[in-house]
């Protein structure tokens, strides 16, 4: 089984070289053969171990979620533009740093390497965002941890925050700034 895995691997990475696999194909197939451990004392021969293959192959091409199913019409336009890569954001098309500043936005910050970079060690990406000129954009510390806001009942409470617009600040005027121009 070890030779039908490492075998396995090589044509699963030959056809990702030659384009005909999706990067979440090629994840399918690894989780794939990660879960026929079980029968690894069995020698397969060529035959078997091709067929085996080619089935993983074509349970993955045929997955309606990756096929047939990925369109804007049965995932909302918003939801598939959402999907979608974009090589000329901050983690140059990263999608984990998305995911960690929508489930953990106390925890992580909108600029930071710890966010969009979370593989690699600050001091290898200030290097490399160096020598791309874009070390600017980019914040190297790590980031701490943002309190929560506190939930007001109280209508007092609430009518004083409203009048004193210089102390209580609210944590989402920055992000609405770049998005809504002049009073709002």
Known sequence: MGTLIVS??????????LNRL???????LVSYFNSC??????????TIS?????????LTRGDRFYTSDY???NMTAWGFADCQRQPNGAGFGSTL?????RTLPNDYSA?????????????????????????????????GTTVSPRIINDYNEIARILQDSSGFQPPYAAKAATVITGKG
């Open 8 to 17: 396995s691997f090589t044509l699963v990475y030959k056809l990702k070289r």
């Open 22 to 28: 999706s990067r979440g194909q090629v994840f399918a």
């Open 37 to 46: 451990h079980v029968i690894s004392n069995l020698s397969l021969g060529y």
């Open 50 to 58: 091709r067929a085996i293959l080619s089935d993983a192959i074509a």
């Open 71 to 73: 369109t804007p019409f």
């Open 97 to 101: 740093g998305r995911l960690f500043l």
């Open 111 to 143: 600029n930071s390497v710890y966010t969009w970079f979370p593989l690699m060690t600050p001091d290898s990406m200030k290097t490399h965002l160096t020598k791309l000129k874009l070390i600017n954009k980019y914040s190297i510390p790590r980031p």
